[in-house]
C-alpha cells in the first residue's frame, strides 16, 4: 500500500448500533478510515460507486437485499473491492455462498477488536494491490491523452440517452423519473430535451419557463455557468434542473447538432448526470447525443414493430460504429399477459435486458397529467420500483471497465 495511504471502509449493517461500534473500534486505527456507512444491501452498491471502498464490511440478514446478494453485485462491479462478511450466523452454509459469491473473509459478530483490523489490513493490502493491477492494464491500453473528457479529472458529468426508435415507447416518462432519481444533493442531475419539435420534458414536471435549449445553443462556443444557471427552469418541487426544448416546432432546425454537442460537453462541467431526452426520429441531433453519451437507455415495448426497430437500430448502431457496449436495454409498459415476454425479446435481439418498467396506467397516466413524476411519492410502486433497478443499471454501465477502455469520443 503506498505510504499514508488509508484503507477506505464501507460499514453495512442495518443495525445503527453495530454501525457505531464498529466506527468506534476503528476510530483511532490511523491507517484505516470508515467512509461510508450502509443500511441495507442496496444501498451499500450505491454507497461503492460513490465512496469507492477498498473493504466493505458487510452484514447478511437486512431489508431489501441481502449481504451475500449485495456482495455478489459490489464484486461484479467492482472486482478490486473486498468483502469481509460480518454476521451472527456462524452455520457453515451462509459461510460457503458467502464464499460464493466473491466474500474474502467471515468474521462472527460481535468481532474481536484485533481480529478485525488484521483482517481489515490485509483486505485492504489486497485491494490496493487489485486496484494496481488493474491500473497496469488500463495504463498498458490507452494513454489518458486519449481518454475521453469525461474520465479525465473526477468531476466530469455522464450523459444518459433516453431513446426508443418507436414513439410512444416512453421515453419522457423515463427520463424525467430516472433523472428525479439519480439526482440528489451530491449528484446533481439535469434534464435535457432533444425532442425539439415537440418536446413535452418541461410539462411532465408541471413547469412552463420561458426559456429554452434555443437560448443556450446560439453561444455553445461561449457558455459559462452563468449563463447556463440563468437558463435553466429551476424544478422547485424537486430541484432538478431543466433544459425545455424550443417553444415551437418550427424552431427546432434552428438547433445545430454540434451545437448541441458542445453544450452536453460543457453540462459535464456542472452536473453529475445529464439526462437527454430524445425523439424517435434518427437526426443530426439524435446522432450528436448518441456520439457524446455515456449510456444509452434504448427502450421497447413488447410489440413486433417496436421489436424490429429496435433491430434496426442497433444495425444503425454497428454501420456508424457507436459502440453497443454504452447500451442498457429496458422493456417499458411491461405485461406479463402479453406472450412476448422480455425473455423472448432478449434472445431474439441477443441484447440482455437491464430492467423491466411494468405497465401502470393508474400510476402513470395520472402523474403525467398532474405534473408529479411518479418516483417521487409512489416509490413503492412497481413502476418506480422498474424505475429505481434501471438507475442501479445505468450507474452500473457508468463504472463498467470495458465501457471505459472502449470509449472513443467524435467517432463519426
Ligand atoms: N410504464 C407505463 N405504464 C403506463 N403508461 C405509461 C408507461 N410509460 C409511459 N406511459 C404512457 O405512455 C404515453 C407515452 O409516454 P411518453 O410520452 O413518455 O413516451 P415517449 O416515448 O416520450 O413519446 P414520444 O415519442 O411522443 O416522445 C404517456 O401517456 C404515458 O403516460
Ligand atoms: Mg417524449
Known sequence: ??????????????????????????QFETDIEVVGAARSG??????????????????????????????????????????????????????RRAMLAGAREFLTKPPMPDELTSTIRKAGQLAQDEKAKGAQVFASQTSIASLPLSMVGSRRGKVIMVYSPKG????????????????????????????????DVAVFLNEQGKNSILDLTPRAEELDQDIVNEVMIKNSATGLHILSAPPKPEFAEKVKAEQV?????????????????????VNDVTLAVLDVCDVIVLLTTQDIPSIKNIRLFLDLMLTLDFPQDKVVFSINK????????????????????????????????PSVNRGVPFVIDNKAQPAAKGILSLAEAVRSKLIEPQGRLRETPGRR
Open 334 to 365: 411491461f405485461d406479463k399477459r402479453i406472450g412476448i415476454t422480455p425473455e423472448k425479446i432478449g434472445e431474439n435481439l441477443k441484447l440482455q435486458i437491464s430492467a423491466v418498467i411494468p405497465l401502470d396506467e393508474r400510476v402513470v397516466i
Open 1 to 26: 500500500m503506498a505510504e499514508g495511504e488509508k484503507i477506505r471502509v464501507l460499514v453495512v449493517d442495518d443495525i445503527s448500533e453495530t454501525r457505531e461500534n464498529i466506527r468506534k473500534l476503528l
Open 42 to 95: 442496496k444501498e451499500a452498491i450505491q454507497l461503492v460507486s460513490e465512496t469507492r471502498p477498498d473493504v466493505v464490511l458487510m452484514d447478511i440478514n437486512m431489508p431489501d437485499m441481502d449481504g451475500i446478494t449485495a456482495t455478489e453485485i459490489i464484486r461484479k462491479q467492482t472486482p478490486y473491492v473486498q468483502v469481509v462478511i460480518l454476521s451472527v450466523q456462524g452455520d457453515q452454509n451462509y459461510m
Open 168 to 199: 410512444g415507447a416512453g421515453c419522457t416518462t423515463v427520463a424525467v423519473n430516472l433523472a428525479l432519481v439519480l439526482h440528489n444533493v451530491e449528484t446533481e442531475a439535469a434534464i435535457v430535451d432533444a425532442n425539439l419539435q415537440f418536446g
Open 261 to 281: 454537442s458542445k453544450l452536453l460537453e460543457f453540462l459535464k462541467s456542472m452536473y453529475a448526470y445529464i439526462v437527454v431526452d430524445t425523439s424517435s426520429y
